[in-house]
């Protein structure tokens, strides 16, 4: 095991061992609870991930708890004007985006519920939701309980350059995407965690916080 893996997975073990595990779990029951809300319902978690693209996942969450029904009624110009209202940074292309998901809240729900994992459905969603990425994709199954994906953003990056364990990737395609998500496959399979359980440790490794 190279120097830089053993100390990121001891890093990960004293967290594993500290107060920060219950902040961890709670966090988890609640993306396991989420499985089994209704379908408007998982559809605002994914207007949430719609929104976080470029974008910060704590001024998202208030933004959908601000919005929240909204997501699912508002015309697009009135969407647009509720998300610059609140300071996001694309307020036309994500209400644009919204609203043109709202075709697939159905196939959506009953996709899901007729899933055995996470890989195959992030597939339909990059393909069929505009404004969803693998990141993106990734965060909205995480947050659904879908525990086999890597969310892979700057902050993950930022601690695997710091481990030496990648090099910085120009941009981050599809092929590059599943490097990385295979290397974190090994870091949490050694941790003896899931992907979405790692995840959560290191974006409290990078920012002191344990947000969805």
Not at 20 to 30: C, G, P, T
Not at 124 to 145: D, T
């Amino acid at each position: 095991m190279c120097g830089g893996l053993a100390s990121l997975l001891e890093a990960v073990e004293s967290l594993k061992n500290s107060a920060v595990r219950s902040l961890v779990d709670a966090r988890i029951r609640e993306f396991m609870a989420n499985r089994s809300k209704s379908a408007a319902e998982i559809f605002k978690e994914l207007c949430f991930c719609i929104l976080t693209a470029n974008f910060s996942a704590e001024r998202s969450m208030r933004i959908q708890l601000e919005i929240n029904d909204g997501f699912l009624n508002l015309t697009e110009r009135e969407l647009a004007e509720k998300l610059r209202v609140l300071g996001h940074r694309y307020p036309e292309a994500r209400a644009r985006y919204i609203v043109e998901a709202r075709k697939i809240i159905n196939p959506l729900y009953n996709m899901l519920k007729s899933s055995g994992g996470g890989k195959s459905m992030r597939e339909w969603l990059v393909e069929n939701v505009r404004g969803i990425g693998y990141k993106e994709a990734s965060h909205f199954l995480r947050n659904i309980g879908f525990m086999d994906v890597a969310i892979i953003d700057f902050h993950i990056i930022n601690i695997l350059l710091r481990y030496g364990l990648i090099s910085r990737p120009r941009t981050l395609t599809r092929r590059r995407y599943m490097e990385i998500e295979r290397l974190l496959e090994e870091i949490a399979s050694k941790a003896g965690l899931t992907l979405g359980e790692l995840d959560l440790y290191l974006w409290y490794m990078e920012t002191g916080k344990v947000l969805k």
